[in-house]
């Protein structure tokens, strides 16, 4: 049974935020509602102590970041001033002195917080701050692409209204195809290739018998033609070199039989490998 994608995502964060700005210890989570984060993940944690601990915004240290919507930093936990104390018990049971918070933000709403600790009272730096708030647009990304995917695959469940609206159907097909080798979850990947594969079959009904097998990238850059981007608009939604575009879309032209660019996309509809 796959990890939920939520705990992946902020696990690999905080591994490179220790690993890139030396801080022993991590620990984070995503915000179950507007006001509240729940402490999910930790790494190099000595004790469970934080494991669970629910964050209210304007509480501790995650809560001002919360509120704020920034990054925040107190050099020695228990005897700082600008935050509230609600959470010393189980600070205090990990022995953490300097730490940092730094909200993922997503379309400006905090989505989860990533904390850095060290166990001793020291200033940290500026190099540090960047190093962690780069792990959080990690997860921002991370988000982004999730969000994004669960809004296509809405939109590829609902039902076709009539002839026009299969341009719509070829255009969310192909964007589908363009985020799959994007999503870190394996779950979420399989779903969202097997939508793409039950929008092909829809087009047309059963394809029918074939021996035809493009490659995953050619695929993705035949759906991008198919609905109408250019090599250049194709690489970019792909994250490929146009050039690398070219050569996927001249493998699948061959392998359809297909002298052009549109009979490539005609053969792949009709064996049923494109909506």
């Known amino acids: 049974m796959s990890e939920p994608a939520d705990a992946v995502e902020i696990r690999a964060a905080l591994?490179?935020?220790?690993?890139?700005?030396?801080?022993?210890?991590a620990f984070g989570g995503l915000?179950?509602?507007?006001?509240q984060l729940r402490i999910a993940e930790l790494s190099g944690a000595a004790t469970g102590a934080l494991r669970g601990l629910a964050i209210s915004a304007g509480s501790g240290l995650g809560g001002r970041t919360i509120a704020l919507?920034?990054?925040?930093?107190?050099?020695d936990y228990p005897s700082a001033r600008q935050i509230s104390h609600e959470y010393d018990a189980a600070v205090a049971t990990e022995g953490l002195r300097s730490v940092l918070a730094v909200p993922v933000v997503v379309r400006r709403k905090v989505r989860g917080v990533l904390y850095g600790a060290l166990r001793e009272p020291v200033a940290l730096g500026e190099r540090t701050f960047d190093a962690a708030v780069a792990a959080a647009r990690d997860v921002e990304q991370a988000l982004v692409v999730r969000d994004e995917v669960h809004r296509l695959l809405a939109e590829a469940r609902e039902p076709v209204a009539g002839p026009g609206a299969w341009e719509e159907?070829?255009?969310?097909?192909?964007?589908?195809?363009?985020?799959?080798?994007?999503?870190?979850?394996?779950t979420l990947r399989d779903t969202l290739l097997a939508v793409c594969g039950r929008l092909a079959a829809a087009a047309g009904g059963p394809p029918r018998k074939h021996t035809l097998a493009l490659a995953p990238r050619e695929l993705d850059v035949l759906a991008c033609v198919a609905?109408?981007?250019?090599?250049?608009?194709?690489?970019?939604?792909?994250?490929?070199?146009?050039?690398?575009?070219?050569?996927?879309?001249?493998?699948?032209m061959r392998k359809l039989g297909a002298h052009t660019r549109l009979e490539a996309v005609v053969a792949a509809r009709r064996a049923g490998l494109l909506p």
């Open 31 to 35: 915000l179950q509602d507007a006001r």
């Open 227 to 252: 609905a109408g981007s250019t090599n250049a608009t194709a690489a970019e939604r792909l994250g490929l070199k146009p050039e690398t575009v070219k050569g996927y879309l001249r493998a699948a």
């Open 15 to 25: 591994q490179r935020l220790r690993r890139s700005t030396g801080l022993p210890v």
């Open 169 to 186: 159907v070829r255009e969310v097909h192909g964007e589908l195809r363009a985020l799959a080798p994007r999503i870190g979850d394996q």
């Open 69 to 75: 919507s920034r990054p925040c930093a107190v050099s």
